[in-house]
């Protein structure tokens, strides 16, 4: 079985051959940890065909290194994300849209052409490369730290898109129509290009809980994913759906299932119980994450790595599974992540 079956077959939750096994990394020195890609060098199960950064990336990075401490503008990714809203939230600047206080002022606002041909020139042969070498393909439409809310919510202000979802409801439907839109056409490039997992991001939830209620999640956000979704399955009907959301948003996850969601991520198991989760969506919902906290990967050992895959292998697994940190990995050693490699080799074998 190669990696793209592999993680076909577990995120349908059916049973592969091994559990398949990713990575995320956040600020991390990958040079330090890895002499060459890290997918590659630990031999990972997923690729990404992301929507490439500016041709002149070499040149904008050198102009980083040149730079003070403390002075940032960003870094190659975000290049056509947050630069072309105007976000700069290192600043401590306005929110691109925080001073509108009418849906008039609002649609004059010119949102950034994100399906710009340019972005994804090579992109569909980049996915037959992959699928080709035994890859399963992820692919995530260009956002704004998140597609739906997150981004709504970096335009507007946090406090003025809360309110906006009580008190000004015509405006945050205008703004959520606009960003369903462009995700969407995103989407659907992804779709086309033949992608096998969409992933979907918006961080609606905290550690303790959900930021906005269920019925509000429901009455915004759920209709236009499953637009979204649908959209995309019509063009690809294979097309796996992954969801994140940092947080606890156990309360979203019926409703998720509902609207032809795959797999979730990343299960914190600081948050969330995956094992209620498995109990009740095990047939038709995969988990994607849930090994470790950040603090463990950061300061724990090896055996406590060692010890969180086979607790995770035990009450999420054998099927729907696909392991990987359950936070971004920053500062992690190198000891750590090889632990976890070693042990989803060694237990993860079915």
């Excluded at 260009?142 to 981004?151: D, Q, R, T, V």
């Amino acid at each position: 079985m190669n990696s793209r079956e592999r993680v076909r077959e577990a995120l349908l939750c059916r049973k592969p051959d091994r559990i398949p096994k990713a990575l995320g990394f956040f600020d991390q020195d990958l040079e330090a940890i890895a002499p060459t890609a890290p997918e590659d060098y630990f031999n990972l199960d997923i690729r990404y065909a992301e929507f490439d950064p500016p041709d002149n990336q070499d040149t904008f990075r050198r102009y980083l290194d040149t730079l003070p401490e403390d002075i940032h503008v960003g870094n190659p990714a975000q290049l056509r994300t947050y630069h072309e809203w105007q976000y700069h939230p290192q600043r401590g600047t306005a929110r691109p849209l925080s001073s509108v206080r009418s849906l008039k002022d609002l649609v004059k606002y010119v949102f950034p052409d994100l399906s710009n041909p340019t972005r994804h020139a090579g992109l569909s042969q980049k996915v037959q490369r992959l699928h080709a070498q035994g890859f399963a393909v992820a692919g995530a439409p260009p956002h704004l730290g998140g597609e739906l809310f997150e981004a709504a919510w970096r335009l507007r202000g946090f406090e003025n898109f809360m309110t906006d979802l009580v008190d000004r409801r015509g405006m945050a439907d205008y703004l959520l129509d606009q960003l369903t839109s462009m995700l969407i056409e995103n989407a659907l490039i992804l779709a086309r290009a033949g992608v096998d997992i969409l992933l979907l991001d918006d961080d609606v939830a905290m550690p303790t809980g959900l930021m906005i209620g269920p019925a509000t999640w429901r009455q915004y956000f759920k209709g236009r994913l499953a637009r979204v979704i649908n959209i995309a399955r019509e063009e690809s009907p294979d097309l796996l759906i992954f969801y994140h959301c940092d947080g606890d948003f156990t309360r979203l996850v019926p409703d998720l299932v509902d609207i032809g969601v795959n797999v979730i991520n990343p299960i914190q198991p600081d948050c969330m119980d995956g094992a209620a989760i498995k109990r009740e969506f095990g047939d038709r919902l995969a988990m994607w994450g849930a090994v470790g906290s950040a603090r463990l990967w950061d300061w724990g050992t090896r055996d406590q790595i060692r010890s969180e895959v086979k607790r995770c292998i035990k009450t999420l697994g054998p099927q729907g599974l696909l392991l990987a940190p359950a936070y971004d990995i920053d500062f992690a050693p190198f000891e750590n992540i090889a632990a976890f490699i070693e042990a989803v080799e060694e237990f993860g074998r079915l």
